[in-house]
């Protein structure tokens, strides 16, 4: 029993060390440099020893979720921690021999995969997309905002000027991939010009489409992640700070109330 917690300590402590993370971010960095080799044309003998750096990667990845595995104090929850539970899908699939079978695909797709394993390595990137999907319900109201917008716009493009550019313009839906293509800048002085030549009062309707999509509704979808970004990053420090034992606002101002109160009690004696 002595051993083994011995053991978990030393497993805990590898996992902890700076240095070993940061062996394990190479690993992935490396990892995905592998599978971009493979899109070349590359000699065979090449692709062969890839293959076999491949084979590597994939049982460090194997030994290295072990070792978190054996390290974390209590392994009831290892995998109630959804990047856990990732990573060990990840290496799971990885090293199930699909690679001749009909599967082939998924399993290069999941290769490909072992690149996300960076985000559940770094925590400032976990903080970043965690911000990003708890984000997403206000997003939400934003993203349905902006499509009524674009459905709004479209019809009175298809409507005015279907009968300019079929192409552009020939129905709602193409008409909302044209204005996409407004919202991007992606050469939307040529498609104004085009109906400005028969409405010359159409940049009015340009104008005032990307002033709402590209200038308000990204601001707001801008303004959005950054606020929840702002908590998450709070919601950080004030764990740290527990965890090291430092007062917290709550707990200064529970303790003055406290304070206030037994002042109050001795006033009234």
């Not at 690993?27 to 491949?54: C, M, N, Q, R």
């Not at 001749?100 to 695909?105: I, P, V």
């Not at 797709?109 to 990003?132: A, C, D, K, Q, T």
């Not at 839906?173 to 104004?192: C, K, N, P, Q």
Request: net charge negative; proline share 3%.
């Amino acid at each position: 029993m002595m051993n083994y917690s011995k053991l978990q300590d030393n497993f805990f402590r590898l996992r902890s060390n700076k240095f070993f993370e940061l062996f394990v971010v190479s690993v992935i960095l490396f990892s995905a440099l592998v599978i971009g080799a493979k899109t070349y044309d590359i000699p065979e003998h090449v692709l062969t020893a890839i293959g076999w750096l491949d084979t590597g990667i994939t049982l460090f990845f194997l030994v290295e979720i072990s070792i978190r595995f054996l390290g974390e104090p209590n392994k009831r929850t290892f995998f109630k921690d959804p990047w856990n539970l990732f990573d060990t899908l990840i290496v799971v699939v990885s090293i199930i021999p699909i690679e001749d079978s009909e599967m082939a695909l998924i399993g290069r797709l999941i290769r490909i995969f072992r690149v996300l394993r960076m985000v559940s390595i770094i925590p400032e990137l976990r903080l970043l997309l965690n911000s990003l999907l708890k984000a997403l319900p206000q997003l939400g109201y934003v993203i349905l905002l902006m499509f009524i917008i674009f459905y709004i716009y479209a019809a009175v493009g298809a409507s005015f000027f279907a009968t300019i550019n079929e192409t552009l313009w020939g129905d709602i839906s193409i008409a909302m991939l044209t204005l996409f293509r407004v919202m991007t800048f992606e050469d939307w002085t040529d498609v104004m010009y085009e109906t400005m030549a028969v409405y010359p009062f159409s940049w009015l309707y340009y104008l005032t489409f990307i002033f709402l999509t590209t200038f308000a509704f990204l601001n707001m979808v801008i303004g959005i992640v950054v606020s929840v970004m702002e908590e998450e990053h709070a919601q950080v420090r004030k764990d740290q700070a527990l965890a090291d034992g430092e007062l917290t606002i709550e707990d200064l101002s529970q303790q003055i109330n406290e304070l206030k109160a037994m002042v109050q009690k001795l006033s009234q004696k």
